[in-house]
């Protein structure tokens, strides 16, 4: 089973191609399928502590389900990136963005190692329920790497629950194992960024299978 797309590894590095296949199908219900996520996902976006005029990356974008959010805290003179390696969850990205009639939202397809420019020069980064990326060093030092000084990052996601609680990691497992395509690293998924941004605070959720982590660079 181990590395096809509905059987994520205990370990090993995420997979990309699995990734694309997995989000290939989930693209036109992951908005219903994902509801119950929504006050974490605005309290990740509150963890940014945005301002008028930020550049923001949503890193892992998928639909655009943070963009709302994003854009109400930077106004029109900010500005939002998107990056989705899923051809299908950016095209419900481009029907938000289109239908909400948002003309400061650049969408790129593709990773973020590889969709990152010289010149974008970010004053946040969201990672948002984005599991994979967070195991992905390449990933994470493309994007610490663009934030200007002081620049923040905030993240939210699942993690594993206390060994004594196995009925709550059931739960996590079946909840999850659509999304990702890897377990390692989710006893703390942040590590990676926590390396790279050494101020990052962590609050974890721990019998309820979740933590929030945000904070500064430089």
């Known amino acids: 089973m181990a590395g096809t797309p ?26 219903l399928q994902t509801d119950w996520a929504g006050l974490d996902r605005a309290r990740a976006v509150e963890l940014l502590d945005l301002q008028p005029g930020d550049t923001v990356l949503d890193v892992g974008c998928g639909t655009g389900l943070c963009f709302a959010e994003i854009l109400e805290r930077i106004g029109p003179s900010g500005r939002l990136v998107g990056v989705e390696p899923s051809v299908e969850m950016l095209a419900q990205a481009s029907w938000r963005v289109a239908d909400a009639g948002w003309a400061n ?3 790129r397809l593709g990773l973020a190692e590889e969709q990152l420019r010289p010149d974008d020069d970010l004053d946040a980064a969201l990672f948002c329920f984005t599991h994979d990326v967070l195991r992905s060093r390449p990933a994470l030092e493309a994007v610490v790497a663009r934030l200007r000084p002081e620049g923040r990052v905030a993240a939210v996601g699942p993690m594993w629950a206390p060994w004594w609680a196995p009925a709550m990691n ?4 079946y909840v999850t194992s659509e999304y990702v395509t890897t377990f390692e690293g ?8 926590r390396a790279l941004v050494p101020a990052l605070e962590v609050e974890r959720h721990d019998i309820a299978g979740q933590y929030f982590v945000w904070g500064q660079v430089g």
Request: proline letters at 10%; aromatic letters at 12%.
């Open 6 to 31: 509905t059987s994520p590894t205990a370990r090993g590095s995420p997979d990309p191609d699995a990734a694309r296949a997995l989000y290939q199908r989930h693209a036109d219900t992951y908005d």
């Open 105 to 107: 939202v650049d969408l």
């Open 170 to 173: 059931v739960l996590v497992w």
């Open 186 to 193: 989710f006893s703390e998924p942040w590590s990676h960024l």
